[in-house]
């Protein structure tokens, strides 16, 4: 007997849930679209990033024989792991995107866009990455960025302040 399941309803009911971010991803890139893609881990790999110990301070995505990797993505070696074997916590590991999304991706890149991993998390019980494409940031937008966010800071202050008597 074979069970029918409605996918896409089962696709949607799972959501994203962030377990490390790169923070300096939406700072240093001006993020035109997001794409979510699986990751090809090892097991002690996936347990390291479960426990916390990742790092996205630098990573990117970049193409190689077609394929998408990620670059300068740290995973810590897991604790429990009794394998003796060289581990290397930078190695590029690759990602997991239907072909259409990954011709999309290929051609953004094409126009000068930049692939930056913003954060990885779970999706149900997988560990996903979060791809931002877009365009790097010039100094002068950065400082426009930080004046309007402390602007705006300013003007929920004073609007706290004008209502609280």
Same mark, same amino acid.
């Given at each position: 007997?074979?069970?029918?399941?409605?996918?896409?309803?089962?696709?949607?009911? /799972?959501?994203? +849930?962030?377990?490390?971010?790169?923070?300096?991803?939406?700072?240093?890139?001006?993020? +035109?679209?997001?794409?979510?893609?699986?990751?090809?881990?090892?097991?002690?790999?996936?347990?390291?990033?479960?426990?916390?110990?990742?790092?996205? /301070?630098?990573?990117?995505?970049?193409?190689?024989?077609?394929?998408?990797?990620?670059?300068?993505?740290?995973?810590?070696?897991?604790?429990?792991?009794?394998?003796?074997?060289?581990?290397?916590?930078?190695?590029?590991?690759?990602?997991?995107?239907?072909?259409?999304?990954?011709?999309?991706?290929?051609?953004?890149?094409?126009?000068?866009?930049?692939?930056?991993?913003?954060?990885?998390?779970?999706?149900?019980?997988?560990?996903?990455?979060?791809?931002?494409?877009?365009?790097? +940031? +010039?100094?002068?937008?950065?400082?426009?960025?930080?004046?309007?966010?402390?602007?705006?800071?300013?003007?929920?202050?004073?609007?706290?302040?004008?209502?609280?008597?």
């Amino acid at each position: 007997m074979y069970l029918r399941y409605n996918v896409s309803a089962m696709h949607n009911s /799972k959501s994203y +849930k962030p377990l490390a971010r790169n923070r300096r991803s939406t700072y240093d890139y001006d993020i +035109k679209r997001r794409v979510i893609a699986g990751m090809v881990l090892s097991g002690a790999e996936a347990k390291s990033i479960r426990s916390g110990s990742v790092s996205l /301070k630098g990573a990117f995505a970049n193409f190689a024989s077609g394929e998408l990797f990620i670059n300068n993505m740290h995973i810590s070696r897991y604790s429990h792991d009794s394998s003796e074997l060289i581990y290397d916590p930078l190695r590029p590991r690759k990602l997991l995107l239907h072909k259409n999304e990954l011709g999309r991706v290929m051609g953004d890149k094409q126009n000068g866009m930049h692939v930056v991993v913003m954060s990885v998390g779970l999706m149900g019980q997988y560990l996903k990455a979060e791809l931002g494409i877009g365009l790097s +940031k +010039k100094q002068y937008d950065k400082r426009q960025a930080i004046r309007s966010k402390n602007q705006l800071r300013e003007a929920q202050k004073a609007y706290i302040r004008a209502n609280r008597n």
